[in-house]
């Protein structure tokens, strides 16, 4: 859908650049309570991206209270009833308990789950164009973000007012260098991970493979297949995979037997690499701009967290911006933070590829215990979760004017 053929207001009470898992989640909640919402993304409506695609427990948590989780299933993605580490020749299998609502964890294609987030985005009432770039932001005299400039597939550029914009575009977020948003906290480890898939049907559970500076994930997915990963330190990718990707089947087959020959020759797509960069916590908000998504925090996929993040954040963000209250962006960042910090440490932990496997389990212990202090967080907000009243349009730009 593009931006020359959907008739747009001159000003929305939120435009958001960026409609993936934390633009279009935004998009849904801030619609839901009743704010006028538009939002871009430069890909086209249902297009796929880089991900490990694991869901892990956070954001199952937050799909089912959306009322999403059911539909994910629903559209083929298989339910995950245990994770499996292999340390080595030591297996370590860890069940998944079901609860109500939450039979597993799933792990759908982001041409599945993506597409879902902007239909329910859409449904609840927001506005979502596609094959359109956001070409600037507009400030006004005081250095206040006051709306952007859209420019569609065919070139034509539209400038629209809002309250806040909130910048959901990425790692790379063009919102996030525009306002010149801090680096708070920069992570240690750059990993490049080599993705794949392959039909694996009588495949279940993620299973997990480690070795010496090398690790590897089988992750089933929609329509009968399995996202295969092959992840290094981005020294070794760069001499030894960044022209050969091929080279990811070696070495996965060093990790277990047949691993690595299953992404090639099976009716299995083509490989991508993403040569990875270190995390970073960026500064969450300033005048009239918000940041959530890898916009704002940014971790390695080795743990496959990036969607927790995102959802988790998408739900902070919305709910600061509803509350009209200064204090409470200032809340929704120190949250944040005491969330992210824990992960992005033992991510880098786990990412730094200097265990050994007997000390490795260790690293993964301290992984899910950051964890389980999230959980705890999103199971309080499900404790209260009720009907939020719409609020009138424009009460955002008078309550939060000052900050």
């Known amino acids: 859908m593009r931006s020359n053929v959907v008739p747009l207001h001159s000003h929305y009470d ?3 650049v ?20 538009l939002a871009g993304d430069r890909q086209s409506y249902g297009s796929d991206t880089l991900s490990t695609h694991a869901l892990m427990r956070p954001a199952a948590i937050q799909l089912s209270r959306w009322g999403l989780l059911q539909p994910l299933i629903q559209s083929g993605a298989p339910v995950i009833r245990s994770t499996t580490f292999h340390y080595g020749e030591q297996e370590v299998t860890v069940p998944i308990r079901p609860e109500p609502d939450m039979p597993g964890l799933i792990a759908p294609r982001r041409t599945v789950l993506d597409r879902m987030l902007v239909d329910a985005a859409r449904a609840a009432g927001a506005t979502v164009l596609h094959d359109t770039a956001v070409h600037d932001l507009v400030f006004d005299p005081h250095g206040r973000v006051r709306g952007v400039t859209f420019r569609d597939a065919a070139g034509q550029t539209r400038e629209v007012s809002a ?5 959901a575009d990425g790692l790379g977020s063009f919102v996030a260098r525009k306002v010149e948003a801090r680096t708070l906290v920069q992570g240690r480890c ?12 009588a ?21 009968g297949f399995a996202c295969i990963v092959a992840s290094v330190p981005t020294e070794r990718f760069d001499a030894e995979f960044r022209f050969d990707l091929s080279a990811a089947q070696r070495a996965l087959a060093a990790l277990a037997p047949g691993l690595g020959s299953r992404v090639f020759g099976n009716g299995g797509e083509r490989l991508k690499a993403f040569r990875g960069t270190p995390g970073r916590l960026r ?24 969607i927790s993040d995102a959802l988790r954040d998408a739900e902070g963000a919305a709910t600061a911006i509803l509350s009209c209250r200064e204090s409470a962006l200032r809340e929704f960042q120190e949250i944040r933070d005491s969330l992210a910090l824990p992960i992005l440490e033992t991510t880098d932990a786990i990412s730094a590829f200097d265990w050994s496997l007997e000390e490795l389990p260790e690293r993964h212990k301290r992984f899910s215990e950051a964890m389980k202090s999230e959980v705890a967080v999103l199971l309080a907000r499900a404790a209260r979760d009720r009907q939020v009243p719409p609020i009138p349009q424009g009460l955002v730009t008078s309550q939060l004017e000052a900050i």
């Open 14 to 16: 939120a435009i958001i």
């Open 18 to 37: 960026g409609a993936r898992c934390a633009g279009a989640s935004t998009a849904m909640l801030l619609s839901r309570a009743g704010l006028r919402v």
């Open 163 to 167: 309250d806040i914009v909130v910048g």
């Open 190 to 201: 750059s990993v490049a991970h080599v993705f794949g898939y392959a039909p694996t049907p």
């Open 203 to 223: 495949f279940s559970g993620y299973h997990w493979y480690f070795g010496r500076n090398l690790s590897g994930g089988m992750i089933p997915t929609n329509d």
């Open 283 to 306: 500064q969450a908000y300033g005048p009239g701009w918000m940041l959530v998504g890898d916009a704002g925090f940014f971790r390695d996929p080795l743990t496959s967290h990036g």
